[in-house]
């Protein structure tokens, strides 16, 4: 019996009840990354915290994908074979715009200003049975 894990713990932390994306926050100017980084593209500084980001933020921006993605590889499944179209869009959290998988691939119910949450959706089950998961977002309804 396999277990649900995270494609990378260091970005999706899945370990609580509700999926938190991981980003970095400067402590010395307040701007944050996603993912986490060592340096602040700000100040230039190097005094960056690993926190937690908001879970909802609204549709910035959006396509639908219609091949595999060369990178980066949380965003889908890189074998042509398997592939399945899905939408990618930016989402505007309160703390900054991220690049995320989106459950929705029909453009018409996909529209710019829309309420986004976080989830999670599978990508491949690995050779221990578990099911590794990555971080999409879904329309609130
Ligand atoms: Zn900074």
Redesign the pocket.
């Given at each position: 019996m396999g277990h649900r894990v995270s494609i990378n713990e260091q970005v999706l932390d899945i370990s609580e009840d509700a999926p938190r994306l991981l980003g970095g926050r400067?402590k010395?100017?307040g701007?944050h990354s996603f993912p986490w980084l060592s340096g602040?593209a700000?100040?230039a500084?190097s005094n960056m915290e690993r926190v937690p980001l908001s879970t909802k933020g609204t549709l910035w921006a959006w396509t639908v994908q219609g091949f595999p993605p060369k990178n980066p590889p949380y965003l889908g499944e890189n074998d042509p074979d398997k592939f399945e179209s899905f939408g990618v869009g930016y989402i505007e959290l309160a703390e900054l715009k991220v690049e995320a998988r989106l459950t929705e691939s029909e453009p018409a119910a996909l529209k710019v200003g829309m309420d986004m949450e976080l989830t999670v959706e599978p990508l491949f089950t690995d050779e221990d049975g578990n099911e590794v998961v990555t971080f999409a977002f879904a329309p609130v309804v």
């Open positions: 400067c010395d100017c701007n602040c700000r100040c500084g």
